[in-house]
């Protein structure tokens, strides 16, 4: 069984950055597209960021210009680094994937799911 294991959360203050790394464990597979999610104390889980096999990728409007995802093919693991962190960036962030060939933006798009990791910025 695949699980996906996310780390790198942590309180941080405004304007500081921090980057989340995610790898399969147990039996691995080559997953076509890989992605972040997150979600917020009574907010549902939105979309942050996803790539692709191809190196194709996509970002939530929300982190354009600060957040940058990227991915370690023969590791297959995915990184976000995350520059001039807010307040409202805080939440759970979870990583996703899936063998489709597709770029997916949306919660169903992925079969396979972490845990998820606390991201804290405080003001």
């Known amino acids: 069984q695949v699980q996906l294991v996310e780390s790198g959360g942590g309180l941080v203050r405004a304007g500081d950055s921090l980057r989340l790394a995610c790898a399969p464990s147990?039996?691995?597979?080559?997953?076509?597209?890989m992605a972040w999610f997150r979600q917020a104390p009574g907010k549902e889980r939105e979309f942050v960021s996803a790539?692709?096999?191809?190196?194709?990728?996509s970002y939530a409007d929300s982190v354009k210009g600060r957040f940058t995802i990227s991915r370690d093919s023969a590791e297959n693991t995915i990184h976000l680094r995350m520059n001039n962190l807010q307040p409202d960036d805080t939440a759970i962030y979870y990583c996703?994937?899936?063998?489709?060939?597709?770029?997916?933006?949306?919660?169903?798009?992925?079969?396979?799911w972490g845990q998820g990791t606390q991201v804290t910025v405080s003001s």
């Open positions: 996703a994937a899936d063998f489709r060939l597709q770029l997916g933006t949306g919660a169903a798009d992925y079969s396979y």
């Open positions: 790539t692709t096999k191809n190196d194709a990728h």
């Open positions: 147990g039996r691995t597979f080559t997953f076509y597209s």
